[in-house]
């Protein structure tokens, strides 16, 4: 039972990441950095953060453009593998039977078993994939935890610099805080590209 509650969690998730918009909520993103319980409405953002379906960009922006770049670096690392885990825990413990949960466990278990936990996970940070889709996979392809947080530590980290380093640099905090670099999603890409390119080769060598 607790296997399938999990996984209508990680159903729920997933559907809200796809209708949700942090856009609407500026107005209440704006009035948290003015207030004093900034700090405690912070982690409760985060906490909530997959529920809402937001990117963990728009909340690193906000720690840049309130503790700045070198403050707010570690502070929305933290935060961005602590957001993670939820996810990482519905898939986890998604049933691994059934049609559908079947088939994501089963494509996960594959994926990390080819790429290896770290490498896999800090290829898949690296590309500009949704974080919860990411997590969730991790959690159903039997990712350590250490692995999971090594993983999401380094993966998440030039993400996190170039949404902190854009928050920190804005006179009044706006959306366009989370609209990253083209060229920094390029080298994301091609990051992710250079860690799997061996793996793929090998796999295209068993074939051949």
């Known amino acids: 039972m607790r296997r399938y509650a999990a996984g209508a969690a990680l159903t729920l998730v997933l559907a809200l990441a796809v209708v949700a918009r942090p856009a609407d909520a500026l107005g209440a993103l704006r009035a948290a950095l003015a207030s004093p319980w900034f700090p405690v409405l912070l982690v409760g953002l985060y906490a909530v ?29 933290a935060g961005a593998l602590a957001t993670s885990l939820p996810a990482y825990a519905a898939g986890r413990y998604a049933p691994a039977d059934g049609r559908l949960f079947g088939r994501f466990s089963d494509g996960s278990q594959r994926f990390f078993a080819a790429t290896g936990d770290v490498r896999g996970l800090v290829a898949a940070r690296f590309a500009p994939t949704p974080a919860e889709p990411v997590s969730a996979a991790a959690g159903a392809g039997d990712v350590s935890l250490r692995s999971f947080t ?40 091609l ?18």
Do not use: K
Not at 155 to 170: D, I, K, N, Q, R
Not at 198 to 203: D, K, S, T
């Open 49 to 77: 953060r997959p529920l809402l379906g937001w990117p963990i960009s728009v909340l690193s922006a906000l720690v840049g453009f309130q503790y700045g770049l070198a403050v707010g670096v570690p502070v929305a690392l």
């Open 191 to 208: 990051a992710a590209a250079a860690l799997l390119s061996p793996v793929a080769y090998r796999v295209w060598q068993r074939r051949a």
């Open 150 to 189: 090594a993983g999401t530590l380094v993966g998440e980290l030039p993400w996190v610099v170039a949404t902190v380093a854009l928050g920190s640099g804005l006179d009044a905090f706006t959306m366009a805080a989370t609209d990253v670099n083209p060229v920094v999603v390029a080298g994301g890409v």
